[in-house]
């Protein structure tokens, strides 16, 4: 049992390092940004709000020359794309079930990072 164990053990510690440091780093703060979204959510903050706060970031972005028309553009649609599923999931009353909602939506949004970075 205890062989398994560490073979188990070896072979997620094997697929962690798999992922590169520039995967993680962007994916990362995409589950952040997944999370302050839903937290917003949660809280009763409204879309319009979280979507003026978005263009916000955006002008920053494309002032800041980081990024090419095309990467603000795509970085624009998962954003956008990320407020609307948010406002589309139910808000929750008791603290609980919001907290696991956050949770859920930050890891859905890690794990599909991840799946497709790794393609």
Known sequence: MNKMLFGVLLLVAGSVNAIDSQAMAYCSGLERSARST?????????????????????????ASGKMTAEQLEAHSAVYEGMV?????????????HKDREVGDFANRYMRDCLKTWNK
Not at 84 to 96: G, K, L, N, R, V
């Open 38 to 62: 839903m937290e917003a959510r949660q809280n009763g903050a409204a879309m319009a709000d979280i979507l003026r706060v978005l263009e916000g970031v955006n002008a920053k972005m494309a």
């Open 84 to 96: 609307i599923e948010a406002f589309s999931a139910p808000h929750f009353q008791t603290q609980h």
